[in-house]
């Protein structure tokens, strides 16, 4: 359930938690410009900076980070990339953030905004999307004190607010105050509207100098503080030390599928300048050519790493969909209803905690209204994930590979990297299997999928798995084969178009087959045969009505004298890791100072790509990560170290 608020006569949010206002009675927008923005020296501070990153304590309704977007929308001299990070304990409704800004017209189109992404915020770490990727507003949702401790983090100005240190302390106390001051950098500055004493002198032992300055009536005082303690702030040594950001510049991305368009266009919208080598003659030659796939959450009773990480992708892939594709042509968020085998069904069972509230925003047992549009038994073991869809994968590429910033070149097959020190910029040279420069940058990025192995096979044990599918396309006003794609053993897109425009013919896709060991393309004839077999097989297992439409199709593909016109197959090779995760960051620090990859998406690649992308562009400049911290160690190269 979503935090209640009542709301008093003269309009005013009021918290029955805490018995206190959520702002000021004279309005909120007052002091979110003159106590937090210009209080941290915004939008001065920010003038031509690659990044700002700010950090707020008590996101409430919003209205602080609404303001500050506002701000930088109007500042010719804003940053590059805005970051607000933002801690919320107890996140209101949607509905009632919507209306908290209803007495302020010239944000209601950013809160519009807002609101649309105002979904799913279970316990952990949220990144919401906006302005093209500039602006990226990350919500830690839980205690303060607890996730500032948990995640890895360094801000540029501090938003100290929440309730009165009367109604809430904890918020206010040494030890949060503490966790605030470790995300903080010498020249940090921070604001806030409450001059207790006791948080004047605990910020003042964590190393702030303090100042009081003229307040927002009705306040008389607010507190203005700089972090630039008397002493060097120490911190443990970790056992791989991240790399020091690297500022702007030249990179080269060898591989043009998902993964390399995505650490493209996360890498050029910060300023990066990106050359793009694939060996095909044109970008989603290899997996990521699948005409279309299933992008859902992977669910658990326990919300193991992998559900939470899907769910942080599946978020990114949605949110960039939306900005740069057409919904209904190149992707869909219809919803996607996972079957699953009775015998397993436990091992798919929802968490305890998500009966109500956000959780069933991601994933909820499957009604019976939703089984029998799929011509399934009421009684089926099954989760429907209504945020989850279908998308092209070649058009979201095209899409990426087309933002300012990015150029492309194919043919080229990178066959090694050589390191040139005699430039007045250390850089890498991609050379190909003659020797010949293909290119030459400071920054290289790894995303090749399967063709990343030999360029990492000193590294790390990367494994090749072919994969086929079985295509089908429908007659003039024929019904597709389900209003939804479905997934469980293997997926089925029902309904997709197979080109563009209005008359383009509309297809469906099942699969996959997992063929270990085999790596080449295209499969033969028999191959095929048994990959046509397999799919029907899962089939029948997914959605019965399908199997049985599509007998007589399968069947006259089981001999070797197959109808030109009947079934095909599609067919790629993936690349996994023996923990089927996919791999983020430098390849070895030190060795190759400045090689980086982002592979190994496995079966996962359409949910997961997005999010490595922005990852890696994040851990690259020293950027609030879109992810748990301990997620993003989880996918981490340095968890390869010695396999």
């Known amino acids: 359930m979503s935090e209640p608020v009542d709301w008093l006569p003269d309009g005013t949010p009021y918290s029955p938690r805490f018995g206190d206002r959520y702002h000021s009675e004279n309005g909120g927008l007052t002091q979110a410009r003159q106590v937090f923005l210009h209080g941290c020296g915004l939008p001065q501070a920010w003038a031509g900076q690659a990044q700002w990153r700010i950090l707020e304590t008590g996101f409430g309704f919003g209205l602080n980070f609404l303001v500050t977007w506002a701000a930088w929308r109007a500042d010719p001299e804003r940053c590059t990339l805005l970051h607000f990070v933002s801690t919320e ?56 004190q607890a996730m500032l401790r948990q995640q890895a983090l360094t801000v540029d100005a501090v938003y100290l607010d929440g309730f009165s240190p009367q109604r809430n302390p904890e918020i206010w106390d040494a030890h949060t105050l503490k966790a605030v001051a470790r995300c903080c950098r010498r020249g940090t500055r921070l604001a806030t509207w409450t001059i207790a004493r006791a948080v004047r002198d605990a910020l003042a032992q964590c190393g702030f100098e303090v100042t009081r300055m003229p307040g927002v009536p009705p306040k008389r005082d607010n507190l203005h503080a700089t972090f630039n303690p008397r002493w060097e702030p120490r911190t443990a040594a970790p056992a791989h030390p991240e790399p020091d950001p690297l500022p702007p510049g030249d990179c080269i991305v060898i591989g043009a599928g998902v993964a390399g368009a995505a650490c493209a266009a996360s890498l050029a919208r910060r300023g990066w300048r990106v050359q793009v080598l694939d060996r095909a003659g044109a970008p989603a030659a290899g997996a990521s050519g699948l005409p279309a796939g299933v992008f859902a959450p992977h669910v658990s009773p326990d919300d193991s790493l992998l559900s939470r990480l899907s769910r942080s992708g599946v978020r990114a892939t949605l949110a960039q969909a939306r900005a740069v594709l057409s919904e209904g042509q190149d992707f869909g968020q219809t919803g996607v209803l996972e079957r699953h085998a009775t015998d397993k069904a436990r091992n798919k069972a929802l968490p305890a905690t998500w009966a109500q509230g956000p959780g069933t925003d991601w994933s ?6 939703t089984l029998r549009q799929a011509r399934l038994p009421a009684d089926t073991p099954a989760n429907w994930h209504p945020h989850a869809g279908w998308l092209r994968p070649a058009r979201l590429v095209a899409a990426l590979l087309a933002q300012p910033g990015i150029s492309w070149q194919g043919d080229c097959r ?3 990297l050589q390191r040139v020190d005699d430039t007045p910029d250390a850089a890498w040279q991609a050379l190909d299997a003659e020797g010949h420069v293909l290119a030459q940058a400071p920054m290289v990025v790894i995303a090749a999928g399967a063709d990343s192995r030999p360029l990492l096979v000193s590294h790390w044990p990367l494994q090749a798995l072919r994969g086929q599918v ?3 396309t429908y007659g003039p006003g024929a019904a597709p084969l389900a209003p939804f794609p479905l997934n469980g053993s293997g997926n089925l897109v029902p309904d997709f178009p197979l080109s563009d425009g209005p008359d383009a013919p509309r297809a469906w896709i099942m699969g996959s087959t997992f063929e270990r060991g085999l790596t080449a393309l295209p499969p033969t004839p028999a191959e095929q045969r048994e990959a046509h077999a397999a799919n029907h097989g899962k089939m029948q297992g997914l959605l019965p009505s399908a199997a049985e439409r599509l007998l007589a199709d399968f069947a006259a593909m089981a001999g070797p004298d197959a109808p030109a016109g009947g079934l095909r197959t599609w067919a790629a090779v993936r690349c996994t890791l023996h923990d089927r995760l996919p791999v983020v960051g430098p390849v070895d620090a030190r060795a190759l100072p400045g090689v980086w990859a982002c592979t190994a998406m496995g079966a996962r690649g359409l949910t997961l790509s997005i999010l490595c992308g922005e990852l890696l562009a994040a851990r690259l400049q020293g950027e609030p990560l879109p992810l748990d911290a301990k997620l993003a160690k989880a996918l981490g190269a340095e968890r390869l170290a010695g396999v």
């Open 470 to 472: 079985s295509i089908g």
């Open 364 to 369: 909820q047992p499957a009604s019976e209204d």
């Open 89 to 144: 304990a107890w996140p209101v409704g949607a509905d009632d953030l919507l209306r908290a800004t209803s007495a302020h017209p010239e944000l209601a189109p950013l809160a519009q905004q807002l609101h649309a992404q105002w979904w799913g915020l279970l316990p952990g770490v949220h990144r919401l999307s906006f302005d093209a990727g500039r602006v990226l507003l990350t919500l830690y949702v839980g205690d303060t």
């Open 414 to 416: 990178v066959a090694r």
